[in-house]
């Protein structure tokens, strides 16, 4: 998988990069605030603003100073900050960007505590011109946070909640770090189009600092950018000017974080001498810089790049003086992923039991971290490398644990996407009922005018009476047709929260939904099939988000061909498909799975010109389960043609294996069963059938 541009990437084979463990990534150093501070009254005695101005200008430069030490050590200069801040009044400029400092070095160390505390006194600024300005402030310093844990969701959240009025509020500084921060977040998750935005407007601010420094490290975004948008020419082109500006300036630092993102683009360019140079340049440069933290991740850098070469012993020597910096430096990010390229390489050299420890151990700081997602991410490496290494349950086991996180952070996003959008229906509905009840009020005003005018009226008391009536008849109609509307939306938004956007496919909601008539006595009956797109994260990686977004359209669309209209089919979480029919017959289902596994490898799929060849692994299973006919619920079903599509994927990739048979009597023989079906299968407790997929077409 091709690294993200940032400057500490510590990325690995087909994962997503390790937010955290970037702790001082391109996008979290160069987001830089422009410290300057407000020019002196004019209307203060020329003497007084003379004697302002200089220390203002002595702020400034402190603070630009701590700016970039603290790239190297963040933690390291929070209570001279802290001491800074004393000094500065509440609700003023200064005060503002120092706090926006402080919120940046936060969130690249992982210190929570310290952003509630700098977010509440941004949320409750007392300067009501700035106050806007504030709370983008905070929202930067929450995404900052977000991105590091690897919650690329909610970092987007956050910043996409500012708006484009408090935005172009902000000192000139403060957004720089904004656009910055939301370039490369948006750019992580796959938001090219918001990302190039930001991206250019942080570039407009750089250029207008005047500081090289800043633009040689914005640059560096932008180049990021263009690799991710399949321009590597210009991507090339844009690094080395970044690198001929960065070269021009003295602080080590940003030669250091410039010098790695040149290594980046040229690892994505397949230059891989180039790509050594700089990684070995990078270290060069933070030895110097007497940066500890950096040196550990720049090691850590060197070492993934020689596990990607297969040149294991190295990467284990590097992983380990990088593991020793970082315990020293006491830096957790470069740990947690030092020990993780350490076990990746030990399971390489065939210590795998050895190497299983330490990326366990990697992954375990990773979740005391918070961050599920790269935690699940390291279970799926593991699971790979100890599919490559031999140990095939190890890595069964590997992937189950994959799943299980992955479904945590599916299930959290799930319900964070429904109580939005039950948040957006009850405004709605709420809207509506005040709607109503204006309707309603008017309605009784002009019952109270006409009983004024029966009163004054008498003699033309039965014309008021056809009046009123009139009225009543065509309030109520104009009642009426607000609650069908009203029917009509509602209903549009129950099947819209139950269609997956991308797909037009059902989503889990609408399944959980369905799947009570197929498991409404208490068991499910039918077949289930599980589809896991093959290598989907490096097809992401080498053509872009953009044609991943094909892949899952096309694959889509050949599921449907292949079903009938009334068999449910699900776009079940990332690249998977789940597919529940009605029949149990075992020939028709292995028939079934044969012609998936044909129609979603050929003819290949293309995006624009670029023809992407695409394989999957399924797992299949008929319920109640024979010889015994047991009953299962869904979800044991589930996690049952889970574990089967699994021991596909570890026994090659590009194949379905199907259940035929479990000897169990009950549920408690069944749960023993699938925590060890390599083990059962291979006994004879368990009969399987397996289906080879076709060869996948050539990429042209």
């Known amino acids: 998988m091709s690294m993200a541009l940032t400057a500490t990437a510590t990325s690995r084979p087909d994962r997503r990069p390790r937010p955290r463990a970037l702790a001082f990534a391109l996008g979290s150093l160069c987001a830089a605030l422009l ?21 203002a200008s002595k702020l400034k430069q402190r603070l630009e100073h701590i700016e970039r030490e603290a790239r190297a050590r963040p933690r390291e200069f929070q209570a001279e900050l802290q001491k800074l801040q004393a000094d500065m009044a509440p609700g003023s400029d200064e005060r503002l960007r120092l706090l926006g400092l402080r919120g940046e070095l936060a969130g690249i160390s992982l210190e929570r505590g310290l952003i509630e505390q700098i977010a509440t006194e941004l949320e409750q600024w007392p300067n009501p011109k700035t106050a ?45 770090r904004y656009q910055q921060t939301r370039s490369f977040v948006e750019g992580d998750a796959g938001n090219l189009d918001a990302s190039i935005v930001a991206v250019d407007r942080a570039l407009k601010l750089a250029e207008a600092s005047g500081e090289g420094w800043r633009k040689a490290l914005v640059l ?37 974080q410039v010098q790695t993102a040149r290594a980046i683009v040229f690892t994505n360019l397949n230059d891989l001498a180039g790509a050594r140079q700089s990684f070995e340049k990078a270290l060069e440069l933070s030895t110097q810089a007497g940066a500890p933290s950096v040196m550990a991740l720049n090691l850590g850098n060197l070492a993934d790049f020689h596990l990607r070469q297969g040149q294991y012993p190295r990467a284990l020597e590097l992983a380990t003086q990088a593991l020793k910096m970082a315990r020293e430096a006491r830096n957790h990010s470069a740990e947690s992923v030092s020990l993780h390229n350490s076990g990746i390489a030990k399971i390489a050299l065939k210590r795998i039991e050895e190497g299983k420890a330490e990326v ?20 799926l490496e593991l699971g790979q490398y100890l599919e490559k290494a031999g140990d095939l349950a190890g890595a069964i086991d590997a992937y189950h644990r994959y799943r299980e996180l992955s479904d945590r952070v599916l299930r959290d996003d799930a319900r964070k996407t429904v109580l939005e959008q039950q948040e957006r229906y009850d405004a709605e509905q709420r809207a509506r009922e005040m709607e109503l009840i204006n309707r309603d009020n008017s309605l009784k005003s002009e019952q109270i005018r006409a009983r004024e005018l029966q009163l004054k009226l008498w003699a033309a008391l039965g014309g008021c009476i056809v009046l009123s009536a009139v009225l009543l008849g065509l309030a109520y109609q104009r009642i009426r047709r607000t609650n069908q509307a009203l029917a009509t939306s509602n209903e549009k938004l129950k099947v819209q929260s139950e269609r997956d956007p991308l797909t037009g496919l059902a989503n889990r909601r609408h399944f959980q939904a369905a799947i009570k008539r197929l498991a409404a006595k208490g068991g499910l009956t039918g077949t289930v099939f599980l589809i896991d797109i093959d290598h989907f994260k490096r097809i992401n990686d080498q053509h872009g988000h953009a044609a991943g977004d094909s892949v899952l359209i096309e694959v889509a669309r050949r599921l449907r061909a292949a079903l009938r209209e009334d068999d449910l089919v699900v776009r079940w979480g990332g690249e998977e498909f789940l597919i529940v029919v009605e029949t149990r017959d075992a020939a028709t289902a292995q028939h079934l799975a044969q012609r998936l596994l ?49 021991m596909a994927k570890a026994h090659g990739r590009n194949r379905a294996y199907g259940i035929e048979r479990i000897d169990v009597a009950d549920e408690a023989g069944l749960q023993a069963v699938s925590t060890r079906m390599e083990a059962a299968w291979h006994e004879g407790q368990v009969g399987l059938s397996g289906l080879q997929g076709p060869a996948a077409e050539s990429r042209q």
Request: glycine fraction near 6%; charge should be negative.
């Open 220 to 256: 560096a975004d932008l180049a990021n950018v263009y690799m991710r948008s399949q321009q590597p020419e210009r991507g090339k082109q844009t690094i080395e000017e970044a690198v001929r500006i960065a070269d021009s300036d003295s602080d080590l630092m940003t030669q250091n």
């Open 360 to 379: 366990r151990q990697s992954i375990t700081m990773d979740e005391q971290q918070g961050a599920i997602t790269i935690a699940a991410d390291g279970w």
């Open 132 to 176: 806007a300005a504030a709370k983008v402030v905070a929202a930067t310093a929450w995404a900052r946070l977000h991105r590091e844990r690897g919650d690329l969701r909610e970092a987007v959240k956050v910043l996409r909640q500012a708006s484009p009025a408090a935005v172009a509020s902000l000192p000139p500084a403060l957004e720089l």
């Open 35 to 55: 410290l300057g501070c407000q020019p002196a009254d004019q209307n203060l005695p020329a003497a007084v603003s003379a004697a302002s101005g200089v220390q």
């Open 598 to 646: 044909d129609l979603i490898a050929q003819p290949a799929i293309m995006h624009g010109s670029l023809r992407v060849p695409v394989t999957a692994s399924i797992g299949y299973g008929s319920f109640p389960l024979l010889p015994n006919e047991l009953a299962v619920d869904w979800e044991r079903a589930i996690d049952l043609v889970d574990t089967v599509m699994y």
